[in-house]
């Protein structure tokens, strides 16, 4: 069927039967990112099945970690750059919509990551059947690169599952589980790893009929009559959690939905020329640089064995507690000690619920509950490959610690880490024997949901430890940055005159909601008030009074105040606002306030400043890794870019020109500090 025709990308087969099997496997990738290469020979094999019309066409792929994760990204940018995206896209949904249009049953048979252009290229199959197990996950993420579905995947997943299923699949960008992705009818049966091919064989003979309520669904929430009807209530959903001029994808996705007949050439037309309109974005850009910076953080630590199998932790309370329990939940066998039992217990109840929300299955939150061991001894250190301390942020007590733990760590390549979050390591490597063992963990709260660990470091660390410590990282699922261990490191050095600064204007009188508003206008998850709030006030001060005078920043009054009457914020109930449920009550702000035009650039230039520092410190190795860790540990607002991108967009002159004159109206303080020469600040994106 294919004489003369050579693939580099796909295997092509035909059995007895007169079926047809396409393999997809990319040759020289350990994944299956769709290529331009990999498009136009199944364009050509499209071709050739439309004139030979087998018995039926089975897709499947290759590689053992998936189907496909999608488009190749750095493909999609260099179209960006060239102008050419529209005409990529209008060929990616040329050649799927061929093999829509075959005369024959075809059946996508899936397992593993489904992503993006994959899920795209299964929408194209009449069937699709997946392995049903946790590693099968089929989604649209499209929208975390600031773009939209492009080869037909906002055409097709409405009209298959119905508009309410599939919108806020595409509009959030969350994967569906293998039974998810059954329930809701984006595909049409599962099956065990090991039977899949033969399924889907079965699958070809016998094809699933839908059922008549779904057929009924799909058809009625994309009528015209529900398109109008449902629009404005999506675009009112989706404003509440983004802002429209900071992601215009999620509303371009709707209004192209929403102005999409019931002709697929027309929807198709539509779908293109929204996604090459976003491509050329900041929004879009900055997206696909985090995606890369995402994927550099990923890398480090590959392909080295971290040597670690036994993990112990010193303190239970929230960060310990949490660390431990993380670490058991990806696979290490992990200890837990502290002065008594009573102190552990609440580490381990939030554990297991944890595990139960994680896990679902009885069995499997027993097994990872064994892992986690209390240890109120101590007697776990010896026999770990990593012992981390969690203990509160005291140097001398820490030290004291340091003193018991480390001949207990008594094999030759036993690390020993500090989760302080602000402490110097120079000055808490004094009295260690082995200091080029000793290093920095510092993970964030809450440890199950922040995804950053900084990697902190000082001059007698020996580098394979610390490359120990990344592929640690990276087998709980973080992403590690390393940082020099000076005070605050990384993120709380860039976090905390941003903090400080609003609650120096709180002090002022700027309603807490006004200063929240204002930060979520720039682009922030959380307003500062709120966050401080939720950090909690006692870790604000206790981090402030670290860090002020390295910044040469002062706490605001008030503070102290508030801690003393036990308003320690969302864990009291009261800080600076008051919580119910887990929820601030922000009060009403007088509809007549004006807040002061130069509120924003309080707030946010004083982070920027700092964040130039760091890089005049040379804190991290670069200006991206910079970025990387603002954005991960701090959630700077991601359709920026992180702080030095947003430097480079604002432009030097313009940003330094604005300390200047805040410097003048309100102290030295806002004076632009060491760093604002650095060449990296003019550098065009190097993602």
């Not at 009209?159 to 009818?185: H, N, Q």
């Not at 020109?657 to 060449?679: I, T, V």
């Amino acid at each position: 069927m294919f004489e003369g025709l050579r693939f580099n990308h796909w295997k092509t087969s035909l059995d007895d039967s007169g079926i047809v099997t396409l393999t997809l496997d990319r040759a020289h990738s350990s994944v299956n990112a769709i290529s331009r290469e990999l498009l136009d020979e199944l364009g050509q094999i499209v071709e050739r099945l439309a004139i030979e019309k087998p018995a039926g066409v089975i897709v499947h792929s290759a590689k053992a970690n998936g189907f496909a994760v999608g488009a190749d990204i750095k493909e999609f940018v260099e179209y960006a750059k060239q102008g050419t995206v529209l005409e990529n896209i209008e060929n990616g949904q040329r050649v799927f919509d061929a093999l829509a249009r075959l005369p024959c049953p075809t059946v996508a048979a899936i397992h593993g990551a489904c992503m993006g252009g994959g899920t795209e290229l299964i929408l194209a199959c009449r069937q699709r059947i997946a392995v049903d197990d946790e590693k099968t996950r089929i989604g649209l993420p499209e929208v975390m690169l600031g773009i939209h579905p492009g080869w037909g995947g906002s055409a097709r997943l409405p009209r298959l599952i119905g508009a309410v299923e599939a919108l806020p699949v595409m509009l959030t960008g969350k994967a569906l589980s293998a039974r998810k992705a059954k329930g809701l009818g984006v595909v049409d049966r599962l099956a065990r790893p090991d039977e899949l091919m033969a399924e889907a064989r079965a699958l070809l003979r016998h094809p699933h009929a839908r059922p008549f309520a779904q057929r009924a669904t799909a058809w009625a929430t994309n009528a015209w009559l529900a398109r109008q009807i449902l629009a404005p209530m999506v675009i009112k959903q989706t404003a509440a959690k983004v802002r429209k001029e900071h992601y215009p994808a999620p509303f371009a996705l709707i209004d192209v939905w929403k102005r999409g007949g019931s002709n697929i050439q027309q929807r198709l037309k539509l779908e293109a020329r929204s996604v090459a309109k976003l491509a050329e974005t900041s929004t879009a850009r900055n997206l696909i640089r985090i995606f890369f910076l995402q994927e550099r953080l990923k890398g480090q630590g590959s392909g080295i064995d971290a040597g670690i199998r036994h993990v112990h932790v010193v303190g239970a309370g929230v960060m310990g507690g949490d660390i431990a329990a993380w670490a058991a939940f990806k696979g290490f066998d992990v200890t837990l000690q502290d002065r008594e039992m009573k102190f552990i217990q609440p580490a381990l109840d939030r554990a297991q619920s944890l595990y139960e929300k994680k896990l679902k299955a009885p069995e499997k939150v027993e097994e990872t509950r064994r892992r986690l061991r209390a240890d109120v001894e101590g007697t776990g250190v010896a026999e770990a490959d990593l012992a981390i301390e969690a203990i509160f942020e005291n140097p001398e007590a820490k030290e004291a610690l340091y003193a018991t733990i480390e001949p207990q760590l008594s094999h030759s390549n036993g690390v020993l880490a500090t989760n302080t979050s602000s402490i110097p390591l120079d000055e808490l490597r004094k009295r260690l024997t082995a200091p080029q063992r000793f290093l920095g963990l510092h993970f964030f709260n809450p440890v199950a949901q922040m995804p950053l660990v900084e990697v902190v470091r000082h001059d007698a660390l020996d580098p394979a430890i610390e490359k120990r410590a990344m592929a640690f990282c990276k087998a709980i699922g973080k992403l590690p940055v390393a940082v020099k261990g000076t005070p605050g490191f990384l993120v709380n050095r860039i976090l905390m005159p941003y903090l400080l600064e609003a609650l120096r204007l709180y002090n002022e009188g700027v309603p807490g909601p006004v200063l929240d508003k204002e930060a979520k206008i720039f682009g922030m998850p959380m307003g500062p008030i709120e966050l401080a709030d939720t950090v909690g006030l006692d870790v604000c001060a206790s981090v402030g009074k670290e860090l002020a005078p390295f910044l040469g920043l002062e706490l605001p009054p008030g503070l102290e105040d508030k801690l003393e009457a036990g308003k320690r914020g969302k864990k009291d109930g009261q800080g600076l606002y008051t919580w119910q449920e887990g929820k601030p009550q922000k009060p009403q702000v007088d509809p007549d306030y004006t807040p002061p035009p130069d509120l924003q650039d309080r707030m946010i230039l004083a982070m920027v400043n700092e964040a130039v520092a760091c890089l005049g410190d040379e804190v991290v190795d670069d200006a991206d890794l910079l970025d990387a860790g603002v954005i991960f540990g701090t959630g700077f607002a991601p359709f920026r870019g992180g702080p030095i991108q947003y430097v480079r967009s604002e432009g030097v002159e313009k940003i330094r020109q604005k300390l200047e004159m805040l410097a003048k109206r309100y102290g030295d303080r806002f004076l632009p500090k060491n760093g604002w020469d650095n060449a990296a600040l003019t550098q065009n994106e190097s993602a």
